[in-house]
């Protein structure tokens, strides 16, 4: 998919959009644009504020949740918009893809029937028509027509994905939002649901928002990347670019502390044949390092951990662990987003980040 | 110098199914193993075995110098501090009732080596030793990062002054701009400490980047063990 921001109008427009709980907030004016047939990832840790942005998107912020600001859908505003008006865009145009698939489907219900429900709470179909649909939308996700009958216990964790994949584009709406488990899964699972995921909104269009922790996910799947911290919009910009030279220190920081691709590492061993073949016991070669890799395996780091919020460091959000941190200005004034040549950065410095910022979390230790 | 551990031919069944398939390996005083593998391929149940919190249905577990398998649970109970876990989910691992200060004694307390006049200080050393501030030891997990609780964690299995840290994702379940500090931390207490690792994880790159030797499971079997020569460069 082209990284070019096509001409038209964004299909998502939000600005300043806020979500505070009581005194406490948490998503702290947020801007952004999200076009048609687009991949947007949304990257933060826990406390950044991802999830109730990703709520916020689809009008269905959490109970207690104050929302200011705007979220415009083509032509339709969701903040401030009453609540009818907002369930009425579920299913039809926005869709949610959530954490959990076990608790997105009904365990008394048979799949297909959970689905063709969907099919009609939205279009008025015969009961017939609307089971031939869901049957049909379960095998383009590769859950065959004899085991969409089943109960969603008697799927594997990875077709239960798959079925509440198959449920959000029922309707092929215009945005999809996934919000991703924050605990570990199986890489390769996780992978295959988000490219199915990818699949199935690129054959139709549809913008895909995809909220995770981890940036290796974004690099994977999206088109562009929108990191926040704190509440707030840190980097933003075509993924392959933040990843080549990011511009502000907490994503230059989170990219320079994962270990590289892994290179270096040979076979030495030949493995076991033979099922139950007995090996000589224990007697694989010993590793060859006369000296071991410890002294030579440090990473670069970020210091301190991110702050909850409520309690926020005056100034920028990343000040007390950033290691560009002048005494002056990014203790007193939150950075703004400025845009540059389709990237956009919130730092005061970003313009004196080292070629290598490495080095610069590499000091910290 | 004989291996810290050394484990022979190691079968564990659960029930018709066998979760480890005579798996043998080494791991070296300063040395780290990592265990890699798809889920369900056997490598928690290998960690188990280690651990001897599950006895193996089959197979030998050598442990500095000893048969921990030949071994009945009153003649395993004084060398088991010396083998300890840090789990992947921090905030499981301690309980939430219970200060800081006195999770990281209960195993003093436990093993009887508890002493009123320096027990704290001891404390306060190993909270120092993993990177907390003496205040955290008043706290409760839930106020606690989840980098802090699990350095917390790994305080708890310092105080019994282990030979073998049984690693089980230790870094999976925290945000990533807390992860390369952990590891960081580990790769330093295993410099000082001469620890030995069986760092079990399911990210290839991580692991060549901290393991000296690599054994891939697949299906209860030791598919293939290499050795990382060189440490995978920051990218
Ligand atoms: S504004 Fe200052 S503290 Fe914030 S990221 Fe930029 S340099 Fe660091």
């Known amino acids: ?365 | 110098m004989s291996p810290l551990l050394d484990i022979r031919e190691l079968v564990v069944r659960h029930g018709p199914r066998t979760a480890v398939d005579h798996v043998s390996f080494t791991i070296d005083p300063g040395e780290t193993l990592g265990l890699i593998g798809p889920s369900g391929c056997g490598k928690s149940s290998t960690a188990m075995a280690v651990l001897q919190l599950r006895r193996p249905d089959a197979g030998e577990v050598w442990f500095d110098g000893q048969e921990l398998t030949a071994l009945d649970e009153r003649r395993l109970r004084p060398l088991r501090p010396a083998l300890q876990p840090v789990f992947q989910d921090p905030y499981g691992s301690l309980s939430p009732r219970h200060k800081i200060s006195d999770a990281i004694a209960e195993p003093l307390r436990v093993q009887g080596s508890w002493d009123r006049t320096t027990g704290p200080a001891r404390v306060a050393e190993l909270l120092e030793r993993v990177g907390l501030d003496p205040a955290h030891g008043d706290r409760r997990p839930h106020e606690l990062s989840g980098g802090q609780c699990q350095r917390a964690g790994i305080a708890r299995a310092l105080a019994c002054e282990p030979k073998l840290l049984v690693l089980d994702e230790p870094v999976s379940a925290l945000d990533p701009s807390l992860r390369a500090g952990i590891l960081n931390l580990l790769a330093e207490l295993q410099e000082r400490l001469g620890l030995g690792y069986l760092f079990i994880c399911h990210d290839m790159a991580l692991v060549r980047h901290f393991c000296d030797r690599v054994a891939e499971m697949r299906e209860g079997r030791l598919v293939r063990t290499t050795a990382v020569t060189s440490p995978s460069p920051p990218r």
Do not use: N
Request: hydrophobic letters at 40%.
């Open chain 1, 1 to 365: 998919m082209s990284s070019e921001l096509p001409s038209m109008d964004p299909l998502l427009s939000v600005r300043d959009l806020r979500v505070s709980f009581g005194a406490v907030q948490a998503v702290r004016g947020l801007s952004f644009d999200v076009h048609e047939g687009e991949v947007l990832a949304v990257a933060g840790e826990s406390g950044a504020g991802k999830s109730l942005t990703a709520r916020a998107l689809l009008g269905m912020p959490p109970r207690g949740a104050t929302v200011t600001g705007s979220v415009r859908l083509g032509s339709d505003e969701l903040v401030g918009a009453p609540r009818s008006a907002r369930t009425a865009l579920w299913g039809r145009r926005v869709a949610l893809v959530p954490q959990d698939a076990l608790s997105a489907l009904s365990p008394v219900h048979r799949v297909a029937d959970q689905l063709a429900a969907a099919v009609r709470s939205v279009d008025r179909t015969s009961r017939k028509e609307a089971r031939a649909r869901a049957v049909a939308a379960l095998e383009e996700v590769g859950i065959p027509a004899d085991q969409a009958r089943a109960y969603p216990h008697e799927f594997s964790g990875g077709m239960r994905q798959r079925a509440v994949i198959a449920m959000a584009m029922l309707h092929q709406p215009d945005l999809v939002v996934a919000d991703e488990p924050t605990t570990a899964q199986d890489p390769q699972t996780r992978r295959q649901m988000l490219d199915l995921l990818a699949r199935r909104t690129g054959a139709t269009g549809t913008a895909l928002v995809l909220v995770t922790h981890d940036l290796d996910t974004a690099r994977e799947h999206a088109d562009r990347l929108l990191v926040m911290y704190a509440g707030r919009l840190v980097e933003a910009g075509p993924v392959e670019e933040v990843f080549a030279r990011p511009r502000a220190p907490y994503t230059a920081g989170l990219l320079a502390s994962v270990p590289g691709e892994g290179l270096g590492a040979v076979t030495y061993g030949a493995p076991p044949r033979g099922r139950g073949r007995p090996q000589a016991a224990g007697r694989f070669p010993t590793a060859p390092p006369a000296e071991r890799l410890a002294e030579r395996r440090r990473l670069p780091a970020i210091a301190g951990a991110p702050p909850a919020p409520t309690d926020l460091p005056p100034g920028c959000a990343f000040a007390p662990r950033c290691p560009l941190a002048d005494a002056t200005r990014c203790r007193t004034e939150q950075p703004e987003p400025q845009t540059h040549d389709g990237r956009t950065v919130a730092c005061h410095r970003w313009r004196e980040l080292p070629d290598d910022p490495a080095e610069l979390f590499l000091e910290s230790l």
